[in-house]
């Protein structure tokens, strides 16, 4: 038990469909996270929540949509994405967004292929 | 964007070996933090560097910041089959708001 859940664990889509990923955290953190993990890449950061409000969005694009309902709620919702789309993508939590002295809770992940 | 690099990308090794990865950047952290994923889970937390020169040791885990505050190492002793994984080192990014990460290094330690 990571504090931090995402559902599903694996999700298959096509590029005309649309889904939505789910992330839930237990330990009364305030900021929260999408990145996302491809093969012999590092970590990319998509976007960052703090209190709710989207303080950060890396370019992400709009195939892309996050919705973050209160402080304990994140999701990601997809649409016509593409098969390079595909990877694990990860919500982390931390108490505020200095990270530093608020290290990263992560979930363990939704392994996403589209096909 | 500041760039974290990780050396070496993967490493095999047996029970009971010495080790030591790296990361290093061009650019100057306030702070990095070590992380280990293992396969089908997300990444935790090991340790946090703050200050150049600072050393931290998790039992057989040994983490360094450089003086000028630009690359970490973490040494292992003795490693063994539980420290399996993919190590992530991650510093602070300009925004303030998370973290960049580098891209890892996966470690495998046979019996």
């Known amino acids: 038990e990571t504090g931090v859940t995402q559902t599903p664990r694996h999700l298959v889509m096509g590029m005309t469909n649309k889904k939505s990923l789910k992330c839930e955290q237990h330990l009364g953190h305030n900021a929260m996270y999408w990145y996302k993990q491809s093969a012999k890449k590092p970590l990319e950061l998509m976007f960052v929540?703090?209190?709710?409000?989207?303080?950060e969005n890396n370019s992400v694009p709009s195939r892309f949509s996050p919705e973050c309902p209160n402080s304990s709620h994140l999701f990601l919702h997809l649409h016509t994405l593409q098969p390079e789309d595909s990877a694990l993508y990860l919500c982390?939590?931390?108490?505020?967004?200095?990270?530093?002295?608020?290290?990263?809770?992560f979930g363990n992940g939704t392994r996403l292929t589209v096909t | 964007t500041q760039l974290l690099e990780q050396s070496p990308q993967f490493l095999s090794i047996q029970e009971g070996e010495n080790l030591t990865v790296y990361c290093n950047s061009s650019s100057v952290f306030s702070s990095l933090q070590w992380y280990r994923q293992e396969p089908g889970e997300g990444p935790v937390l090991l340790v946090t560097v703050v200050t150049g020169g600072e050393v931290k040791k998790l039992k057989r885990l040994t983490f360094q910041f450089g003086d000028a505050r630009k690359d970490s190492s973490l040494h292992i002793t003795a490693a063994q089959p539980g420290d399996t994984g993919l190590y992530l080192c991650a510093g602070v990014s300009n925004s303030g708001y998370a973290l960049n990460f580098g891209k890892g290094t996966s470690l495998l330690v046979t019996p």
């Open positions: 982390a939590s931390s108490p505020t967004t200095s990270s530093y002295n608020s290290p990263l809770h």
């Open positions: 929540y703090n209190f709710k409000e989207q303080t």
